[in-house]
């Protein structure tokens, strides 16, 4: 069964345009079109396998821990080092690219609503 590419294999393969802040062998990092807080980004491993962050886990720990590491630069990069980080697992969560990613969601407070709410 061959499955559609999803939108961030096409962000990767240069097929579609997108704010690329961060790239290396095995991640990229790109800013959320759709953004939900004053900084919104989303940090990808580039390989397709996994579509959340429990697989990730699973099978590759070491990435998803690159994962977390470069979640935490970008924030000290965009933002003041404080931020949200999010994985959506599963539709009824809000997962809607099956592809695993983490949301990187800063420069605000929870106080004032700009990084969402549980
Ligand atoms: P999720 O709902 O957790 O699967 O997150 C998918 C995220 O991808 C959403 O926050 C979308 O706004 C974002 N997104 C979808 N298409 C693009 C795109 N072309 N460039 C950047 N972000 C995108």
Do not use: W
Not at 18 to 29: L, P, S
Not at 49 to 66: F, I, K, R, T, V
Not at 72 to 93: K, M, Y
């Amino acid at each position: 069964m061959t499955t559609e590419p999803s939108v961030f294999e096409r962000i990767i393969a240069r097929e579609i345009p997108a704010d690329i802040v961060f790239e290396n062998d095995r991640v990229i990092a790109i800013k959320d079109i759709a953004p939900q807080a004053p900084v919104h980004l989303l940090v990808i491993p580039k390989t397709a396998e996994y579509a959340n962050a429990g697989e990730l886990a699973a099978a590759d720990p070491q990435l998803l821990a690159e994962i977390v590491g470069i979640a935490n630069r970008l924030a000290g990069e965009h933002a003041n080092g404080q931020f949200r980080l999010v994985f959506n697992t599963g539709a009824d969560a809000g997962q809607t690219v099956f592809h695993v990613h983490a949301h990187v969601l800063a420069g605000g407070t929870l106080e004032e609503g700009s990084l969402g709410r549980l």
